[in-house]
């Protein structure tokens, strides 16, 4: 069945933190899709703004919150995300599918879904190649300094301080979360061109969550064809990375639903940058002590009082050049580490802060780093809503600010995944590299 064209919307997203949404929203735009990410679930009115768009997003913070809060809050935003009549209804997870029990379950989250959508069954796709994310055989791989690591012994993931990954069996690791049952389409079934026979038998076996396996862009290709089919005929709860994302734009763009991607030029170079990093990764840490030999000047946010520091970035800022503000310089350095709901709290502070900081200084280009540090401190920033402005690294694209009748609106803003971006990215944001 072919889906009508025109203006109806393609597919609608909730990323659960604000780093993996702006992810989603660069491929969207770099496909050629018209896409707006909203903070928050948007009203008519706000809809009416963005009319051109046939991609929605919205982002979100259920990675960092308890089965509860999801109880309280996911209902009405997937009946927001209903509303606007997709085909296509994502769950946007990060690539590393890290989640526990007790904190951005995501086992609770296709539970909610499902019920919300009642779509039948919740497929589950977590490859993202582009990133350097395969599952083989429901077990869950991600790239490390160019070396492929199990989930479970990867050495920034298998040590996360709050959701820690400690089974590779994204079949095993569900199953901790939900009492859905979670069945495999697996890469034989890929091999002998069987993944539709595949996923009928494990229906009929009473499947509700099937996981799809994905090591490269064929796969996953062949496994968005396969939803968009089932999808146009019934709107579909899906949960899944970038990965699937991308595999449903090369689908519509082969079936002539987008047309050819525009061609984005790099940014203009900025005079400043901020810079506000919450992250523990060792990937920040090497862009923090690089953005330092560059020219940047930096402070360490250490529990406690900030006014000494933040009187320092003021003149630095003031003075033309460009600050970063951390937390932490590597694993578990951080006031934050284990500490989620504390980490909540600090976080607002720290978008608090920097609200303030770009008040002050004028500066109209900013980077945060770390996702649960995003999440929290955009929501400072009082914006209404992102669009897509430049790409710079894969998964931390330029975005450019909404925010009607405020000094902010227009603003330049970086998201990045504490993992994310070369070691030079910092300098790179500045200069528009």
Not at 63 to 80: E, G, T, V, Y
Request: aromatic share 8%; net charge neutral.
């Amino acid at each position: 069945m072919r889906y009508s064209e025109g203006n109806k919307p393609l597919y609608a997203f909730y990323g659960d933190d604000f780093t993996g949404s702006t992810d989603v929203l660069e491929s969207l735009a770099l496909h050629g899709l018209p896409a707006v990410l909203f903070p928050h679930p948007p009203e008519q009115r706000e809809l009416a703004a963005f009319a051109h768009c046939r991609a929605f997003g919205i982002a979100g913070e259920s990675r960092s919150r308890s089965p509860q809060w999801m109880d309280d809050n996911l209902p009405a935003i997937f009946a927001n995300l209903k509303s606007l009549g997709a085909p296509i209804n994502h769950y946007k997870v990060c690539s590393t599918f890290d989640s526990a029990p007790e904190m951005g379950s995501i086992g609770r989250a296709m539970e909610l879904g499902r019920e919300a959508f009642t779509s039948g069954f919740v497929p589950v796709v977590v490859a993202a190649p582009h990133l350097g994310r395969s599952v083989v055989f429901g077990n869950l791989f991600a790239d490390a300094g160019g070396v492929m690591y199990r989930i479970d012994r990867h050495p920034t993931m298998s040590r996360h301080p709050i959701t820690p990954m400690h089974e590779a069996d994204l079949r095993r690791h569900l199953a901790r979360q939900t009492s859905l049952s979670v069945e495999l389409v697996d890469l034989k079934a890929f091999q002998q061109s069987a993944i539709r026979e595949q996923l009928q038998a494990r229906l009929a076996a009473g499947a509700e969550v099937v996981l799809f396996d994905g090591c490269a862009d064929a796969m996953l290709d062949e496994t968005a064809r396969l939803l968009w089919e089932q999808a146009v005929e019934r709107p579909m709860f899906a949960v899944g990375s970038s990965g699937l994302t991308y595999g449903l734009l090369r689908h519509w763009r082969q079936t002539g639903l987008i047309e050819a991607s525009p061609v984005y030029q790099r940014p203009a170079a900025a005079d400043r940058l901020l810079v506000l990093s919450g992250s523990c990764s060792p990937v920040t840490e090497m862009q923090i002590r690089c953005a330092q030999q560059r020219g940047f000047a930096a402070w360490h946010l250490q529990n406690g009082s900030w006014d000494e520091q933040i009187r320092q970035a003021t003149e630095a800022l003031a003075s033309g050049r460009s600050v970063v503000l951390y937390t932490a310089l590597g694993p578990q350095a951080g006031p934050q580490a284990g500490k989620a709901e504390y980490g909540e709290q600090y976080s607002a502070a720290l978008g608090r802060e920097l609200r303030k900081l770009l008040m002050l200084s004028g500066v109209r280009r900013v980077l945060i780093a770390g996702g649960d540090t995003s999440t929290h401190t955009v929501r400072q920033l009082g914006l209404d809503a992102l669009t897509f402005a430049a790409p710079l690294t894969p998964g931390a694209p330029l975005c450019k600010g909404h925010a009607a009748g405020s000094p902010l609106d227009g603003l330049e803003i970086v998201l990045k995944g504490g993992q994310i971006g070369p070691a030079d990215f910092f300098a790179q944001v500045r200069d528009g590299q």
